[in-house]
């Protein structure tokens, strides 16, 4: 069965630090990943995606996440936190085994100026 | 840029009552998606749609729930009998194809029973 677990439901740093959100996912087959981000009273929207290939992905707002397959984990980070990225962060897994995407319980971001 | 669109945005209903949450999916995308998300909760996956036929459902897609695509061009997501707990924010996805994986996500319809 596939799953995502994002630890921490909230996270709060200061303007300008770094920001690592955590996803650690189970799957018994090769699962694409994906960062979602939710701004307030908006659907979501895709920040990068890792379906084969390097396994560092660029998003966009600079972010960024490495796929690794030892530690099954997908976190997010971004080196310098903007007020503009708070938000709820929803990392997800997608298999060709099922046509659906399975998501964590979210990551909600605060930026301290 | 192409986006999905959600209507209404917000519905309130009446227990009991039927609702109809429309959206219309990008024009050259083939899977259709349904998900909600419950205040305070996680996005959670309702059905896929593909080839004008269910491909997926959650155990929460029973028989209260049903969609449609009418006309090529809408995509419908039917609640009959609402239940207080189907108050939620319902969001339409469409995808290219299934594989490549991303989703464009609506803005959602929140839905309030009273």
């Known amino acids: 069965a596939q799953s995502v677990t994002q630890l921490g439901s909230h996270v709060s740093v200061s303007e300008g630090a770094l920001v690592l959100l955590r996803c650690n996912y189970s799957?018994?087959?090769?699962?694409?990943l994906f960062w979602y981000v939710q701004y307030p009273n908006q659907g979501l929207q895709l920040l990068l995606k890792?379906?084969?290939?390097?396994?560092l992905v660029k998003g966009i707002n600079g972010f960024e996440a490495e796929f690794k397959k030892s530690e099954t984990s997908f976190h997010l980070t971004k080196p310098s936190a903007h007020m503009s990225d708070a938000a709820e962060y929803f990392c997800?897994?997608?298999?060709?085994?099922?046509?659906?995407?399975?998501f964590g319980t979210g990551t909600s971001l605060t930026v301290i100026p | 840029e192409p986006e999905v669109t959600q209507t209404p945005s917000h519905q309130v209903t009446q227990m009991g009552q039927e609702v109809i949450l429309r959206c219309v999916p990008i024009?050259?995308?083939?899977?259709f998606y349904w998900y909600r998300q419950i205040l305070g909760q996680k996005v959670e996956f309702l059905v896929s749609?593909?080839?004008?036929?269910?491909?997926?459902k959650s155990e929460i897609f029973d028989d209260q729930f049903s969609v449609e695509r009418p006309d090529g061009s809408n995509f419908t997501l039917k609640i009959r009998s609402t239940k207080l707990e189907d108050s939620a924010m319902y969001f339409c996805?469409?995808?290219?194809?299934?594989?490549?994986?991303?989703?464009?996500f609506g803005e959602g319809s929140r839905l309030t029973v009273l």
């Open positions: 996805a469409s995808s290219r194809a299934s594989h490549t994986g991303e989703l464009f």
């Open positions: 799957s018994s087959v090769p699962p694409y």
């Open positions: 890792y379906t084969t290939g390097a396994t």
């Open positions: 997800a897994l997608y298999t060709n085994t099922g046509n659906q995407f399975y």
């Open positions: 024009s050259n995308h083939l899977y």
């Open positions: 749609f593909y080839n004008n036929e269910i491909s997926e």
